[in-house]
């Protein structure tokens, strides 16, 4: 992360920097342009100029950028919607925790979009810039979550009843819904993984622990933030956000408190693992000491008797009988089986 951060280094403020992974895929540009009157229209295209049209409409549009690493189209819709070239420096630098900007004109969000891939969690950057008229979004590649908020648009939802700023919510509120499917997975996962540590402890769990930590480590990069972004809109006097709105920022704001208790629960969890783990070895060691000590401990008079009569002396009166050798073998035999009783009794096997 350090080491994209240093190619800023030096540059003046506002410079547009991309810092972030470059898919390769072009930038692409959706807009779904709607009011309450029945009138919709989305479109497609790659053209930035078009998107000048949509500056004072009198209808509500949401414009969606897939790709930020292009700065000649960053720029171009900068210069169009009257965007600072500090926001637009933000928004190209991919690694900015959540924060709220209010500008006289607009308004600026960051948050992450998280989702699960291949059991991974994967963290990517969304900005969000609120003005009278639009909501623009911007994303650092193709595919999201907002697909129910672009199917209530499309079917003449609640939605298309308000202006940007429940847009704005709808959005954010996604967004926040995600994150509750990424933890009811990862929970089910970490209770499965904590049953199974405890019968089969093998080398692989700390690896396992490590990549259970390292997710709620960026879980709980994204929505820790997100509780001051949200308490900030929902106390927010700037007029691109209704009063009647500002109560729908404070459901999410409880839904993200919600989702901090879950993601603390789980990470005391997965710290216990690690302890959980360490006594279970402890334990399966200690078994193994106990079997080989005990089994150490009978050949020890065995050993003895066998050891006196192994010694070369002359006058050894036991060495002439007949029976002296079962007579022996009976007496290890035997004295075996007394020390099995004892340890039985005393309850140490």
Request: with cysteine.
């Amino acid at each position: 992360m350090f080491r994209k951060i240093s190619k800023k280094a030096g540059l003046p403020p506002g410079s547009l920097v991309h810092v972030g992974e470059v898919t390769g895929e072009p930038v692409t540009i959706t807009v779904m342009d709607y009011d309450a009157d029945g009138h919709f229209t989305e479109l497609c295209f790659r053209d930035s100029a078009l998107l000048s049209s949509y500056k004072n409409s009198s209808s509500v549009t949401w414009i969606n950028i897939d790709g930020i690493y292009d700065t000649g189209i960053i720029r171009a819709i900068g210069e169009i919607f009257s965007i600072h070239p500090l926001t637009l420096e933000d928004l190209m630098n991919t690694t900015q925790r959540p924060k709220f900007e209010e500008f006289p004109s607009y308004l600026f969000i960051v948050l992450r979009m998280l989702s699960r891939v291949d059991g991974e969690i994967r963290s990517e950057q969304v900005s969000l810039i609120i003005t009278g008229t639009c909501v623009l979004s911007f994303q650092e590649r193709v595919g999201d979550v907002f697909d129910p908020v672009r199917n209530r648009i499309r079917n003449h939802g609640k939605i298309r009843q308000y202006g940007p700023d429940f847009l704005c919510y709808s959005l954010i509120d996604t967004i926040v819904d995600a994150y509750f499917g990424i933890l009811e997975t990862l929970g089910e996962e970490i209770e499965v993984f904590e049953d199974t540590l405890l019968t089969d402890p093998g080398p692989a769990a700390v690896m396992e622990i490590r990549l259970f930590k390292r997710d709620l480590i960026t879980l709980r990069k994204a929505i820790w933030p997100l509780r001051e972004v949200l308490s900030t809109l929902e106390r927010t006097e700037s007029l691109l956000i209704s009063k009647k709105i500002q109560i729908y920022f404070r459901d999410i704001y409880d839904h993200t408190i919600q989702v901090i208790d879950a993601v603390e629960t789980l990470r005391d969890l997965t710290a216990g693992m690690l302890d959980l783990y360490l006594s279970t070895l402890s334990f399966r060691m200690n078994e193994v000491m106990k079997v080989l000590t005990i089994i150490a401990t009978i050949f020890i008079p065995l050993t003895f008797i066998a050891g006196v009569y192994g010694m070369n002396f002359a006058y050894m009166p036991e060495l002439d009988w007949e029976i002296g050798y079962p007579a022996t073998l009976l007496l290890m035999f035997c004295l075996s089986l007394l020390m099995l009783y004892y340890f039985r009794k005393r309850r140490w096997i």
